[in-house]
C-alpha cells in the first residue's frame, strides 16, 4: 500500500517541488494551502485550499491514515517583507497559530512522522556581522539573538516540534532552510528572495544597464537550488536523525558578486546602484558538518547551474507579464 503525506504549504515554492518528489516516489498526496499553486504545479492527488489558521481545516485534513506531514506553510517573504518591521505581528501570529494547529492535530492522529521547515534566521545576529566568516553551525544558536520575529517565531517552533517528541514520542524532523531559489519561487510583488529579485532586474535590464541592489552589495549569503533542498527534507525523513539540522549550500558570496554572475549568464553588461533598503545580517552562510555527519548529504552542483536554470525560467515569466501588459 502506498504510503500517504500532507504537504503543507504545498501551493508555495519548496511545497510543490517537494510534492513532485513525494509522488514521483510513489505517495499518495494531499496538499493544502491558502492558495492555488500560482504556475499551476498541481500535482498532488488531492489539493486543499484552505487556511491552516483555522483548527477545523486542519483537522478535515485526516479523513484517512496519514504517515508523514511536510509543514512548510509559513507568512514569509524575502528581506523588503520580514525585515522592515512592518509585517511582524502577522509574521509571528500566523505561523505560530498554524504550527500548534498542524502538529496538535498530527498528533491527535497519530501520524508516523512530522518535517518542520525552519530558517538560517534562528541564528544569532551577533554571529553574522562579519560578511567573511558568519558562524551558523546548529550549536550556535543560543544565546538565541535572531535579526527578526520571523526568526524568533522559528525558534520558538523548533521547540515546540521538539517538545512533542519529548513529551507525545512523535517522531519530529527540523531542517533549517538557508536561501532556497530556483522555477516557480516568487518573483516580484515584494515577498521574493535575493537571487530571484536580482534574476528579475537582470532580465528586464537593457545591455549597458543599472540595477539597484539595497547597501552596499558586499553582504555575503548563500543559496541552494530547491532540487537540493528537496533531496536533503527526503534523507532527513528517511533517517533516525531528529535535528535541527541546516539545509543549506557552503558556497558564499557577496550580493555585489551574485549580480555579475547573473549578468554574464544574461550575457549582459550590468551596473550596480547602491541604495538604501532592509539587509538583514551582515553574512550568512551554511555550515553543512553535521548534516554531512549524519546524512551524508552534501549539495551536488554550483550555484550558476541552478541560477542558469531559475534565469531562464524568470526570463519566461518577464516576457509573459509583458504580453499581459501590452
Known sequence: MNKTAIVCGAGGFIGGHLVNQLKSEGYWVRGVDIKAHEYGNNNADDFVVGDLRDFEVCKALFDRPIDEVY??????????????????????????????????????????????????????????????????????????????????????????????????????????????????????????????????????????????????????????????????????????FLGPVNIGSEEMLPINDLVHMVAKIANKDIKIKHIPGPLGVRGRNSDNTLIREKLDWAPSQPLHEGLEKTYQWITEQVAKANEVVI
Open 71 to 240: 509543514q512548510l506553510a509559513a507568512d514569509m517573504g524575502g528581506a523588503g517583507y520580514l525585515f522592515t518591521g512592518d509585517n511582524d505581528a502577522a509574521v509571528m501570529h500566523n505561523s505560530a497559530l498554524l504550527n500548534l494547529n498542524m502538529l496538535e492535530i498530527s498528533r491527535l492522529n497519530n501520524v508516523k512522522k512530522i518535517f518542520y521547515s525552519s530558517s538560517a534566521c534562528v541564528y544569532p545576529e551577533y554571529n553574522q556581522m562579519d560578511a567573511d566568516n558568519p558562524k551558523c553551525a546548529e550549536n550556535t544558536v543560543y544565546p538565541a539573538e535572531p535579526d527578526s520575529e520571523y526568526g524568533w517565531e522559528k525558534l520558538f517552533s523548533e521547540r515546540l516540534y521538539l517538545t512533542y517528541h519529548k513529551n507525545y514520542s512523535m517522531e519530529v524532523r527540523i531542517g533549517r532552510f538557508h536561501n532556497i531559489f530556483g522555477p516557480q519561487g516568487t518573483w516580484d510583488g515584494g515577498k521574493e528572495k535575493v537571487p530571484a529579485a536580482v534574476c528579475r532586474k537582470v532580465a528586464q535590464a537593457v545591455d549597458g544597464g543599472e540595477i539597484e541592489v539595497w547597501g552596499d552589495g558586499k553582504q555575503t549569503r548563500s543559496f541552494l537550488f530547491v532540487h537540493e533542498c528537496v533531496e536533503a527534507v527526503r534523507r532527513l525523513m528517511k533517517s533516525d
